[in-house]
């Protein structure tokens, strides 16, 4: 062990896209504490997850993608399209959408990001975050910036929650092949202009990558081949969850040492330590050259894989497993040096584990507690509490994301009460375990004086054979129970539910979405998602168990999920149908999940800070949150069809040969999501556009218009003639005045109309410059139309027949 | 070669925007602004496809990407 590490060492850890933008993630903060306190003095951190979304969502870079999507997409000649198949219709969509957006989302896009951080007033009274009717469009402007930036790098696609491209996780040779694609992948220009630099001129000894999702995987070797090409005695070493799974496979694929030099597996702490010593250790010594960094010999570090260039060549060796910490000792975090006022967030929510690996670890489909393992582990109370308070004041933030499994019974009465005694003063939400012993009516109530807001609980099913099958070990009493008991005590009551489970019917997926229609207004959210197979999972381990058949892709050299046929029970098609039957259910059901609502789930804590509430401004329960959303959502119902209604100012109309509506639908099929890369795992079926597009058809010609308004930050599709009566209801100046030249029924069919627009935000009663603007609107010249037209007219002949 | 691609690109959308100006500028010289007098509010097709919102609830998940 070395005893004095000093400056002269630099270490890097960075955050690669894409991860969620709210707040930031925990490995690295960790790992940056724990070499501090071992002595690692120059140990700095990026997040370069939030700081791409930053650079993205910028004014600059939306002209940018603007100019990219009409040289790349070509929409004139998408237009001109006897029909669309599934992959011309996604670029028809994108092209359209950036075409009727664009000038708004440029225009906008920097007031949204200043609104949902926060940035924007001096106060909470004033801040247009805690007012929906201000949020939400600016959330959708930041959304929709995120939709031109894709268009511009079409048809890879970035979202707040993702990043896919056209090339699979599943294949090295695609992976590899990513990192040089200039057009498809962002990150390369975003690394050269505004990473690299940085890294170049700090000479980082060692570059740590974390790598927690699928969607890292590729910028992160981007990256890590970019740092190696500029700076060879770096050494590049990377870890996290997602390589936890697969960085055995991923340690194997040729021309994978050209981005990396190794990779850690499970937890960081100790190899990472291992490794800066080893590496140091090593440069010490006399005669030694700058590279050894990527030519060590790397034997003794624990849970480290690593390329042995020693001789020529990259040999992938494999070391034995490191022992983990004691987690009891590992400092609190530091996130010093992070741009904290670049998250997407008005306030800090600062990520803190209590512990690591689940203490229950039995579920059959859960494979999170092998990989973040070894082991279960936790932090005491009293160590909780004492980080806890270090970091309320060192941040000046009073929120706290417990980032955990689950909680054990003993802390979760243990932590409440030293928080409550120590007057942490602050408000948290975790992921929990039904325990009833834990979540008693005395319990809650004592979490929620120790700040609790919003637990999130593994309720996966309603079904108690498929409980039983998952051996959850908890009954429909209880959780409803524990439920009930949590909504009492006015803490929000998340659901984690799945559907497709192994053997699960139609009617046993039915009934889990009762379950939860019944307990709506105890549960706020439902987090729903399909069963997958992993490699790490017991069914994928003894599939006979589960009435499985895996089926391998023999290609898929980094495979980490596995298609399967079941014995009974529904297939993985009709489980990705009755996925959306419950989607839409929610939807009806859940105030969070009714229309535009649905981006408080969405935005990790964002709905948990309404809750939390400020120094200057009260908290809310979920009771008056939800009604608050319903009565927003009930008066934009009620708008009817006034006479002072007038054209919103600063539309924008996009003249379409095909169907928005039509082109949606199309891509929204289950059959055409699975020709692209899953949102969970990262994969995508072989052959299955042309699969979808032989039973799907193509899209037929029609003549209509895509509408956008950027103020609302609402797309509205109307036909040629619903556009022609906004530009007549423009000129006369409002609704009474175009009314009169209208028969009794065609006022009717003219007032119907204007209703729902107005109901949609097209329309409004405001006049030009009266209204409390959410976001500026685009200036407009004199005399212009308000309504003006952003691309070319359909052609004469735009009904053709659909081709077969 | 990218700098290159985004200048035509940037000069192809202003051409875009100008055509767009003259042929709205076109229809307006045709006679003088109507105010609806010559729409047949009975007859058109007024239906109106919402967008409900394009970001599915489905992009989430327990690792809260």
């Known amino acids: ?804 | 070669m990218h700098r290159k691609a985004e200048t035509k690109g940037a000069a192809e959308a202003q051409d875009q925007s100008v055509s767009t100006d003259q042929a709205q500028g076109a229809a307006r010289s045709d006679g003088p602004p109507s105010t609806g007098g010559d729409l047949d509010f009975e007859a058109l097709d007024l239906s109106i496809e919402t967008v409900e919102e394009r970001i599915s609830p489905s992009e989430t998940n327990v690792f809260d990407k």
């Open chain 1, 1 to 804: 062990m070395i005893s004095t590490r000093t400056a002269e060492f630099p270490v890097l850890l960075a955050f690669p896209p894409q991860g969620h933008w709210t707040q930031p993630h925990l490995a690295i903060p960790s790992l940056v504490a724990w070499l501090r306190a071992q002595g690692y003095a120059n140990v700095q951190q990026m997040d370069l997850s939030v700081e791409a979304f930053d650079h993205f969502l910028s004014r600059r870079y939306l002209e940018r993608a603007r100019a990219m999507v009409a040289e790349r997409l070509q929409l004139g000649r998408l237009q001109d399209a006897a029909s669309l198949g599934l992959g011309d219709a996604r670029a028809w969509r994108a092209a359209v959408e950036a075409a009727a957006s664009a000038d708004a989302l440029i225009e906008r896009v920097e007031d949204a990001k200043r609104l949902v951080r926060g940035q924007d007033a001096e106060t909470d009274g004033e801040r247009g975050f805690w007012e929906p009717d201000r949020y939400l469009p600016a959330v959708r402007t930041l959304y929709h910036g995120l939709r031109l930036v894709s268009a511009a790098h079409f048809p890879s696609e970035l979202t707040p929650h993702n990043f896919t491209m056209r090339y699979s996780n599943d294949r090295s040779f695609e992976v590899l092949a990513a990192t040089f694609d200039e057009d498809e992948n962002p990150f390369i220009a975003f690394y050269r202009e505004r990473v690299l630099p940085r890294i170049i001129a700090s000479k980082p000894r060692v570059l740590g990558l974390s790598v927690l999702y699928g969607s890292q995987l590729v910028p992160a070797l981007t990256l890590g081949r970019m740092v190696k090409q500029a700076l060879p005695d770096c050494h590049v070493t990377a870890g996290g969850g997602y390589l936890a799974y697969v960085g055995k496979k991923v340690m194997q694929a040729p021309g994978v040492d050209a981005c990396l030099d190794s990779i850690v597996f499970h937890e960081g702490e100790a190899p990472l330590l291992a490794l800066c010593d080893a590496l140091r250790e090593l440069e010490s010594a006399p005669g030694v050259t700058p590279s050894v960094g990527s030519r060590a010999d790397l034997t003794s570090v624990g849970s480290l894989a690593w390329y042995d260039r020693r001789g020529g060549g990259a040999r992938p060796t494999f070391n034995t497993p490191a022992h983990p910490i004691k987690l009891d000792d590992a400092p609190a975090p530091e996130f010093d040096g992070l741009p904290l006022d670049k998250y997407f967030s008005p306030r800090l929510v600062v990520p803190y584990d209590v512990n690591r690996g689940c203490y229950y670890g039995e579920c059959t489909f859960c494979t999170l507690p092998t990989v973040i393992g070894p082991g279960y582990r936790t932090r005491s109370a009293e160590t909780i509490a004492r980080h806890v308070l270090e970091l309320r004041d060192r941040y000046a933030t009073t929120h706290f994301n417990f980032i955990t499994d689950c909680m054990p019974p003993g802390l979760l009465e243990e932590l409440p009460k030293r928080l409550i005694d120590g007057e942490a003063g602050i408000t948290w939400w975790a992921d929990a375990r039904v325990e009833p012993k834990a979540y008693t009516p005395a319990g809650t109530q004592l979490l929620y004086d120790s700040g609790c807001r919003k637990l999130l609980f593994g309720f996966e099913s309603a079904s108690k054979r498929i409980l039983k099958m998952m051996m959850k070990g908890q009954s429909l009493k209880t959780v409803a129970e524990v439920a009930q008991n949590c909504a009492k005590a006015d803490i929000s009551v998340t659901f984690y539910a799945m559907v497709g489970f192994p053997t699960e019917t139609r009617e046993e997926a039915r009934a889990t979405l009762a379950f939860l229609e019944e307990h709506a207004g105890t549960v706020r959210e439902v987090s729903l998602q399909t069963f997958h197979i992993d490699e790490v999972a017991l069914t994928y381990r003894d599939p006979e168990r589960f009435g499985l058949k895996i089926l391998d892709d023999p290609g898929a050299d980094l495979a980490l999920y596995h298609d399967y046929e079941a014995e009974s029970g529904m297939t993985q098609e009709e489980a990705a149908e009755m996925f959306e039957e419950l989607m839409a259910s929610f939807r009806r059901h859940l105030p969070l999940f009714a229309g535009d609502n649905v981006f408080y789930f969405m935005q990790k804590s964002h709905y948990f800070l309404h809750l939390a509430g400020t120094p200057e401004r009260a908290p809310e329960t979920p009771d008056s949150f939800e009604q608050r959303l319903r009565a927003r959502m009930t008066a934009k119902d009620a708008r009817s069809a006034s006479g002072a209604l007038r054209v919103r100012p600063g539309l924008a109309s996009v003249p379409l040969s095909f169907s928005y509506k039509g082109a949606r639908d199309l891509l929204a099929h289950p059959l055409a999501r699975a020709s692209r890369p899953d949102f969970l795992t990262g994969r995508y079926v072989g052959e299955a556009e042309a699969t979808a597009e032989a039973r799907l058809g193509h899209l037929p010609r029609t003549s209509s218009v895509l509408v956008y308004d950027g103020d609302s930050a609402e797309f509205v599709e109307l036909r040629p003639d619903g556009l022609a009566v906004l530009r007549a209801l423009e000129r006369a100046g409002s609704l009474e005045a175009l009314a009169r030249t209208a028969s009794p029924a065609g006022r009717a069919r003219l007032e119907a109309f204007a209703a729902e627009l107005h109901r949609l935000g097209i329309l409004t009663t405001e006049r030009v410059g009266d209204a409390p603007e959410t976001l500026r609107p685009a200036p407009r010249g004199a005399g212009q139309s308000l309504i003006h037209p952003t691309f070319i007219e359909p052609r004469e002949e735009s009904h053709h027949a659909p081709q077969s």
